[in-house]
């Protein structure tokens, strides 16, 4: 299939083309020496094709063969991987609260600040209901071709989102042949048992290339108390029940409690998950200069969370209660408190399983044609539609559970287990039901070229529709359920956009580049944003480039429309009142909040020092007002502990210590200020290949709080210095050995600090024939145990920070005919 060409001198320009992918791997591109003939391609950043993938913003650039090598079976687990991740993200090994939901946190700045495209257009949220992140394991691995990291602010050529920089995942085209592929992996404690198999074909159709595809992965689950650095939890919700903080004796009365519930037994530290993909692209020339491009996928995703059995906790009327339980409670003057607080482990409903059905569609077909002028037109339809079901097994009606109670007070305040059956019939146990969706529609056209002075230009519009809705279980959105209760959520927004970019070549070696665009929401109105970018070329290997760009983000149907919700934070309580880590917080949302706003600067230089041996080395700086978050709560606490008035009143407290009506609202008032420098190294020498990216965080700061070198349960990690190194070894033309080492420097927490931690891995891939490849490989070589973080957010840990699986063997083969 051919292409426009336009004819450009590149003989300075090819050298930066293996530099511009800053970290896993290079971009290989085809140039005869004195060649003036050349293919444009899409870079992701701008919307202008060019002859080379050198740009003004910081590129870095994964393939398909790094992704099998690696034993990488999810995207997620690839980009949590890079240096430029930070903060809280979920993943295999999110069990609390992720909904089996995986994503991607760039600079430590938020999910919902990381657009990610599939072939340069946006993909739907999709993970339960409602959502502003896409779920990235509705990607599957076997249709990628590479994933490009844009590591820069976008919002003037993308839109929303692209705050703190764009995931672009590109697909396998042009495929010719049919080729199987299957994958296992287990870990060396004989547990988390994973595998799949994907079927990719390709073909000349209908005056194009055509390739379908299916894929099917299952990954098994993992106990947490199956590894030995998991400490015993301690809950006070103890199995025999507890009455105002006592626990029956056997003998009609209670004593105090010495014991405590070690809720690991029942919690995944890896959860299961089972996928299916069906995806196609058609890509054929109808006319001498027009194509037309076809895409569809589907994904169905079924996956578990299993956690300890609800603990459940009900405020009694002493007045309903027999005395021979009460009278113990009385005070000296024999007056009984109108409540007792009831507390109890429901270990006789079994534990609690999470279960989520979700399915994604994404369809998009596209025309460009051609002109004589070697400009372009482009058009294209993108619909995209989550629907999901998600349930709650044994879940506890409150209010059956206190009638019961009063109803049957000895088999209640007994001590002793109560059967199944029992609870089934007094209408306690129930499984929790919800469902909710996402539906995106998108028109877009575009007007793109290059001039007789090679100035490059782009212009174009958009139109996007955005909906979301989540419907709670009315026994939860009543308030009736021992879990948080929660309000509906439904909304939509429209946006129409307009956008600019061009590319000046002042000279030949210093270029400049500037975009606009202009984006109005049905929400709250318009907003305008730009980009100015530069790069300089000293000589043929060393060049400069900088870009100083505003941005926005828009606020969610979730962040509009979400009804009011509960939701149970690792906190510490400082007067001491609660005893569990876990504190139930209202979350509120605001139907008329802004967008948020930034600025963004990087700068810096490539550098081919000598053949083989080449460098990056960029500052980055992004600044955020108005943005859409919450205030820290434990922040808020902790000053109001310590008589600040203004802040009780923040988050609903009194100085007293009542946390009953603790509330948490989203505003406008948030600001993030975070800048660092990323620095590669590749070096190629024989039949070595040797790859170092590093990022070092000068600073992540967020509504006065600095978070740099920090580790917590809540915020996750921002380790001021990430590195990776990749050695690849090509021993002979069938057999290649690859290591690689990911390097996270300590933090420091709450009176605590985290050691530095070293992940190696190794593989070996061996061809066979020219058909047939296996691959085989230990991730966590050393099975290097996480760190101890005493209020991380589960096993003691941050498990998406450190990993909590250990040693894994993997194995993966394919074979093309």
């Known amino acids: 299939m051919s292409l426009r060409t336009a004819r450009k001198n590149i003989v300075n320009r090819a050298v930066m083309i293996a530099l511009a992918a800053t970290s896993v791997t290079s971009v290989q591109a085809v140039a005869e020496e004195g060649a003036e003939e050349v293919e444009r391609i899409a870079v992701t950043g701008s919307r202008i094709n060019r002859t080379d993938i050198e740009s003004a913003s910081p590129v870095t650039v994964i393939s398909s063969d790094f992704i099998t090598k690696s034993g990488f079976t999810s995207v997620q687990e690839i980009l949590s991987m890079q240096p430029a991740a930070a903060g809280m993200s979920l993943g295999s090994t999110s069990n609390n609260g992720s909904g089996g939901s995986a994503t991607v946190n760039l600079r430590g700045m938020g999910v919902q600040r990381t657009l990610v495209l599939l072939n340069g257009r946006r993909m739907v949220a999709s993970s339960t209901g409602a959502d502003s992140s896409v779920d990235l394991n509705t990607i599957p691995v076997s249709m990628i071709q590479t994933i490009e990291i844009l590591k820069d602010g976008a919002s003037a050529v993308y839109g929303s989102d692209a705050i703190a920089g764009v995931v672009n995942i590109i697909t396998k085209k042009d495929f010719q042949g049919t080729e199987i592929t299957a994958d296992g992996s287990i870990t060396d404690k004989g547990d988390g048992e994973s595998g799949g198999f994907s079927l990719l074909h390709g073909r000349d159709f209908a005056g194009g290339n055509l390739v379908v595809g299916a894929q099917y992965s299952n990954r098994g689950e993992i106990i947490q108390s199956d590894r030995d650095f998991v400490p015993a939890g301690e809950s006070s919700f103890v199995p025999g029940g507890s009455l105002g903080g006592m626990v029956p004796d056997g003998e009609g009365g209670f004593v105090p409690r010495e014991e405590s519930y070690d809720y690991t037994d029942d919690s995944y530290a890896q959860t299961p998950n089972e996928l299916l993909s069906l995806f196609t692209n058609f890509n054929s020339e109808i006319a001498d200069d027009t194509e037309l491009s076809v895409e569809f996928m589907y994904t169905r995703r079924e996956s578990n969370q299993q956690m300890a059995p609800q603990p459940a906790s009900i405020d009694l009327d002493t007045s309903l209660l027999d005395d021979n339980y009460t009278d113990q409670f009385k005070d000296e003057n024999g007056v009984l408190p109108e409540e007792l607080e009831y507390r109890r482990r429901m270990t006789d409903a079994g534990p609690r399983i999470y279960g989520q059905e979700t399915d994604t569609y994404r369809a998009s077909v596209g025309l460009t044609g051609y002109l004589s002028n070697d400009s372009q037109w482009d058009m294209s339809a993108t619909y995209g539609r989550n629907d999901s079901k998600d349930s709650v097994g044994n879940s506890i009606h409150a209010g059956n559970m206190e009638k019961s109670i009063y109803n049957h007070q000895d088999d209640w305040f007994s001590g002793d287990p109560m059967s199944n059956d029992f609870l089934a019939s007094e209408g306690v146990m129930y499984t929790e039901q919800n469902e909710g969706g996402n539906e995106q529609f998108i028109l877009a056209a575009g007007y793109s070229g290059v001039n007789e002075h090679d100035i490059g230009y782009a212009v174009g519009v958009e139109s996007r529709f955005e909906s979301g809705y989540y419907t709670p279980d009315l026994i939860t959105q009543a308030g009736e359920s021992t879990a948080a209760q929660q309000d509906p959520t439904e909304g939509n927004y429209s946006v129409q956009s307009i956008y600019g970019e061009i590319s000046v070549p002042v000279t030949d070696s210093f270029t400049v580049e500037a975009a606009t665009r202009y984006d109005n929401y049905s929400t709250f109105g318009g907003a305008a944003t730009w980009k100015l970018g530069a790069t300089y070329s000293i000589t043929d290997g060393l060049m400069f480039r900088a870009v100083a760009a505003t941005g926005f983000r828009a606020p969610s149907v979730s962040e509009l429309y979400g009804g009011n919700s509960g939701s149970f934070d690792y906190l510490t309580d400082p007067w001491d009142n609660e005893q569990d880590s876990q504190i139930l917080v209202n979350y509120t949302s605001d139907a008329d909040l802004k967008p948020e706003e930034s600025e963004s600067f990087t700068a810096g230089v490539v550098w081919e020092i000598t053949e083989g041996l080449s460098t990056t080395m960029d500052y980055w700086q992004f600044d955020i007002t108005n943005a859409i978050s919450r205030v820290n709560v434990q922040n808020e606490m902790n000053k109001c502990f310590g008589d600040d008035l203004v802040a009780c009143d923040t988050i609903g407290i009194t100085p007293g210590g009542d946390l009953s ?157």
Do not use: C
């Open 661 to 817: 009506e603790m509330t948490s609202t989203l505003t406008n008032i948030g600001q993030q200020n975070t800048s660092g420098i990323d620095w590669n190294v590749s070096y190629t020498a024989g039949m070595f290949k040797v790859m170092f990216d590093t990022t070092y965080l000068l600073e992540f700061e967020e509504d006065g709080i600095s978070y740099e070198g920090t580790i917590g349960g809540n915020m996750g990690g921002y380790s001021q210095l990430k590195s990776n190194l990749t050695v690849s070894a090509d021993l002979t033309e069938d057999v290649n050995l690859l290591y690689t080492a990911n390097y996270i420097q300590g933090m420091d927490g709450d009176g605590y600090t985290t050691d530095d931690v070293i992940y190696h891995n190794v593989s070996a891939a061996y061809h066979i024939n020219d058909a047939w490849q296996v691959t085989g490989g230990i991730k966590n070589l050393f099975d290097t145990e996480p760190e101890e973080v005493p209020d991380g957010n589960d096993m003691n840990t941050v498990p998406n920070i450190y990993d909590v699986v250990g040693r894994t063997f993997f194995v993966n083969t394919s074979y093309k005919f």
